[in-house]
């Protein structure tokens, strides 16, 4: 490895934090303690780590339905996005908006996104301002394999490149949309070969491994900000649960051998077991970060329980902006 | 009605795309994961199995593509079913709904013929948000050469779906999601309730309520409890909105000289100021009080339920909406 053991911490935290989140949100989600939908990330926890991990504090990404990960790995608060997933007035968009549009544009988050396919060419907006000023920041889409089905994706893409832009397209293929599995949905099997067809350059990389997702990234990211324009990674990952929820409500479009050969390859307990067997790391020092990170998040069950819910008189408040702004 | 078998609502949909199947080999299905899985609501579920994955197509996510396999297809001579998950993604297929199907029959001078449904689920009140709960009702029938359904029982489900099936123009078939698992008596018998033809779901002479979908079930419970205190709602469910049968709205706002309209798509633009316009055209002389409007306020669906409770038309929004009409109080939004 490469990657500076301070690195791999820093990538191995994004992760955990990522993972403590979505497991108490799905267990208050079967407590019936979270209102709407909820699209877990677990599982997939190095693609959102490993390339927010090669991005400065302002630059964009852009996110999908399933966008706590993005957001954490962007340096999301746990307070403000438990108090959201709640409904609360201290929520991150006033309760407004919930799991599927949780955001924070001071961290350049651009928004999970209840429209599959829509954060792409929204990231390409912020490419091209960022082009446009001139402040060597880039964009990263991060978008679903079957989000690139979509019309949206295309146009996206294309203009992207033809524009010549800064921009990251970050592929989480987990090999499904909802419940139907990719083969059903495009006669390729690697979303990478459309790469090509835009004229920009695709690297596959094991969406398990954040190290490598990582290293990827580093090289995209680079060359974006460097005027190299537009480049595909395809992070191939897995969704340990079910679409939305936690169960897999006995629905059977995966089977249970599949998931488990994919839950074997966790890309948490993987990178500790590389990080101590490279005598970078002890177990007891991966304990304690658990713990203080477990920490973070009881405290912020605790922050979103006690706040209160917004008033009736805030259904209408936020609708336009006042003008007189930049 | 004689044959009291209860379905679910999402099974008397189910119900009439099966036999429309099975009846018609140019019928086929095609959407997100409703093949395999049946559809996130359960809507198609089991025809796969029974009519196979050719006549009940899973298709990517792929939404201006899904409206225009079904506009080409109904084009060429097949009778297509195509499914949008949500309401909201039709914004995705607008070209294809707006542009296409609606307007090929007329720019070709009449010579093509759209036997093509389109199915989808629209409203609110699951803590779903701003892209997942629209009620976008006014923006499809603003569109000549269009049909809007939104049954709001079992019975309609059926019937409708089945006339929309058999039409030979492009019919939109708004399921609401609130409305899924309500059980109702439904015929097992092939039926057609016909488009464009309201029902008077309970009879009164003091006041018309005019609502759809969700709000039909909501404004009946106000009117029976206003019943009690000898205030009798007429509650009538257009069922289609377009064709809007505008003939059993005026009849019955010159018969009780006053009107309420209940919706849970956004007052400004919502269709229930069509309804108020037409009334005020047919039946000015006839009027005792302005045409109220029980609708959303003016912004998106908010997520928390602390906001959405607040949104969505409630038994006591309607119910003030209502005495506001039949005494001339001061209306509200
Ligand atoms: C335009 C649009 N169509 C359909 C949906 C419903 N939907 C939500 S997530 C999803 C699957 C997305 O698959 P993918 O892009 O692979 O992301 P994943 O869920 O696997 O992370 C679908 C079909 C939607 N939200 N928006
Ligand atoms: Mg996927």
Known sequence: MSITPAVQFDLHRRMVRIRLFEEAAGRLAEAAKLPGFLHLYVGEEAVASGICGALNDDDHITSTHRGHGHLVAKGGDFNRMMAELMGKSTGYCKGKGGSMHISDLSLGMLGANGIVGAGSPIAVGAAFANKYRGRGQVAVAFFGDGATNIGAFHEAANMACALHLPIVFACENNEYGEFTPRDKTMAITDIVDRAAGYGMPGVIVDGMDVIAVHEAALEAVAKARAGGGPSLIEAKTYRFYNHHGVQNLGLKYRSDDEVAKWKERDPIFTLEDRMIENKVATRQRFDDIWAELRNDIETAIKFAEDSPLPTSDQVLVDVYSANGGN | ?333
């Open chain 2, 1 to 333: 009605m004689s044959d009291e078998r209860k379905l679910p609502y999402v099974m008397a949909f189910n119900e009439a795309v099966r036999q429309a199947m099975e009846d018609d080999p140019n019928v086929f299905c095609a959407g997100e994961d409703i093949g395999a899985f049946g559809g996130v609501f359960g809507t198609f579920g089991g025809l796969q199995a029974k009519f196979g994955a050719e006549r009940v197509v899973d298709t990517p996510i792929s939404e201006q593509a899904i409206i225009g396999l079904g506009v080409g297809a109904a084009v060429t001579g097949l009778r297509p079913i195509v499914d949008l998950m949500f309401m909201d993604f039709m914004c995705v297929a607008m070209d294809q709904i707006v542009n296409q199907a609606a307007k090929l029959k007329y720019m070709f001078g009449g010579e093509a013929r759209i036997p093509l449904t389109i199915t989808t689920a629209g409203g609110g009140g699951l803590s779903a948000a701003a892209q997942h709960s629209q009620s976008l009702e006014a923006l499809l029938c603003h569109i000549p050469g269009l049909k809007v359904v939104h049954p709001a029982t079992p019975y309609d489900m059926k019937g409708l779906m089945a006339a929309c099936i058999r039409e030979d123009n492009p019919t939109v078939m708004i399921k609401h999601k609130r409305l899924l698992g309500i059980q109702g008596p439904v015929p097992e018998e092939r039926y057609i309730v016909p488009l464009g033809v309201a029902n008077v779901v309970r009879p009164g002479n003091d006041v018309t309520i005019v609502a759809w979908g969700r709000m039909v079930h909501e404004a009946t419970a106000v009117a029976e409890k206003l019943a009690g205190e000898g205030i009798q709602c007429e509650v009538i469910d257009p069922r289609t909105l377009q064709p809007l049968d505008i003939d059993t709205i005026v009849a019955s706002a010159k018969k009780t000289n006053r009107v309420v309209v209940v919706h849970e798509a956004v007052r400004f633009g919502g269709l229930g100021a069509e309804v108020a316009a037409q009334i005020q055209e047919h039946a000015f002389d006839y009027l005792d009080a302005p045409v109220g409007r029980i609708a959303a306020p003016f912004s998106p669906v908010p997520f928390s339920p602390a906001l959405e409770q607040h949104y969505i038309p409630d038994g006591a929004r309607i119910e003030a909406g209502i005495r506001s009409v039949l005494f001339r109080t001061p209306v509200g939004a």
